[in-house]
């Protein structure tokens, strides 16, 4: 027998100044999702914009009751924002998708199918090429850190990594950076969890640019990643 479809999954959808991106994503989210699942919601997190990001997120949610907005006050961080829309998920799967319209949903369409067949599934960027060298090249040593760190092999920490949310909210993940899911996995891997890895594509982004090499943002994965190799370190104790 094969794996049984999934019924219902939540789209946690941070958005940090993206008015230029956030009804775009949304729209296509409406397209795609219900091809592979009987019912669904979306959960935006506006994280402390200051443009219009938060009043797009309002005006989505009041004209689709399938569309909620949660807003931080300040700016918190993508893993504060991803465990909100956690914590409101109502669904059997969560899945995050980024408001800047990176993630392709069309290309994310491999991943669905083999929900069921592992805990969690891990998508890595199978066209990679179409980011730049030094992105590229940022992204190989940040994941080879991490495998040494945590003694695995996986190809990314990083993305639209789809969990069972019972099984997501087992674990206490302390990282609120852009290293929260690499935390996560780690957690749950070391917990018995099974991963299934799949390429998809994603695309450049149509208006703004990557928030992940601000000084603020570097110096806390910087931070991160020490308390991760302290929490590695202490397993073996």
């Not at 219902?8 to 091809?35: K, Y």
């Not at 504060?80 to 995050?96: C, I, L, T």
């Not at 890895?197 to 570097?218: H, M, Q």
Request: aromatic content about 8%.
């Amino acid at each position: 027998m094969g794996p049984m479809p999934a019924r219902s999954i939540s789209v946690v959808v941070p958005a940090l100044n993206e008015e230029a991106n956030l009804e775009a994503t949304v729209a296509e989210i409406h397209a795609e999702i219900p091809r592979h699942f009987e019912d669904y919601e979306i959960l935006i997190v506006d994280d402390g914009s200051r443009d219009r990001t938060g009043a797009l997120a309002d005006a989505l949610a009041r004209a689709d009751p399938r569309v909620k907005a949660f807003h931080n006050d300040l700016n918190r961080g993508l893993g504060h924002a991803y465990f909100r829309g956690v914590s409101e998920a109502s669904k059997e799967y969560v899945v995050m998708v980024c408001g800047d319209g990176e993630n392709s949903l069309e290309g994310m369409a491999p991943m669905w199918p083999l929900i069921g067949t592992a805990d969690i599934i891990a998508p890595h960027t199978a066209n990679a090429e179409i980011r730049t060298p030094f992105r590229r090249a940022v992204s190989r040593f940040g994941t080879g850190v991490l495998n040494t760190i945590f003694g695995l092999n996986l190809r990314c920490y990083t993305g639209t990594v789809v969990h069972r949310l019972a099984t997501l909210r087992s674990v206490q993940v302390k990282s609120l950076d852009f290293l929260y899911q690499a935390e996560t996995l780690a957690l749950l891997i070391r917990r018995g969890a099974t991963v299934r890895e799949v390429g998809i594509d994603i695309r450049p982004r149509s208006a703004g640019k990557t928030k992940i090499f601000k000084l603020k943002n570097l110096w806390g994965m910087s931070l991160t990643l020490t308390r991760l190799a302290w929490m590695r370190f202490s397993w073996r104790s």
